[in-house]
């Protein structure tokens, strides 16, 4: 499928969103949660990428993103970053003999992937990422508010650095949440 949205320079910031399929929502389960959180992780230690702020909702994931390397792109990055997360989520549920969604879960994955050529098992996310470049202060600060925000506009939490899978405590409270974060300040 063709989209407007494409990745620019990579060393520069660009805030993306992964989707899950039919916006199910499947990460309202810590364990699906901390299988994300990881995958960062490893893209900063091996990959040259900077995480500048994210954000895991219930069905959705924000982040703005860049890399530091200029052999590599954030969109490499991100399309490993899909494939990972979405072979070991399914696993997990698969695993999980307490996932009251299992079957469910996993037939609407099968659907989506039979529809989908660029799959064969399973699709967990939409195709797209919506990559946005930020080219400048006032597109990184409505970014960084929009992200931040998106629990509290949810009703998930009152404050948004109280939402413990969000980069709003390393803005707000100067503190370190899950994943390290290179301020955009």
Known sequence: MATR???GDSN?????????INWIDV??????KQIFVDSPKYSMDHKSLSLHAWII???????????????IQLS????????????MIVKAIEENQQESRKDWLLWMFRRAAAIN????QHQFWQQDNHPIELTTNQM???????????PVTAGLVWKAEDYKYSSAIDYYCEQSGLLPVELLV
């Open 57 to 71: 909702m219930p069905n959705h994931v924000h982040l703005i993103a860049s890399v530091n390397k200029e052999s």
């Open 140 to 150: 990184i600060d409505q970014r960084l508010n929009y992200l931040h925000e998106n």
């Open 12 to 20: 520069r910031p660009h805030f993306i969103t992964f989707a899950v």
């Open 5 to 7: 949205y494409r990745f």
């Open 76 to 87: 490499d990055i991100m399309r490993d970053i899909k494939k990972y997360t979405s072979r």
């Open 27 to 32: 990460f309202t389960r810590e364990a699906y």
């Open 117 to 120: 050529s660029n799959n064969n």
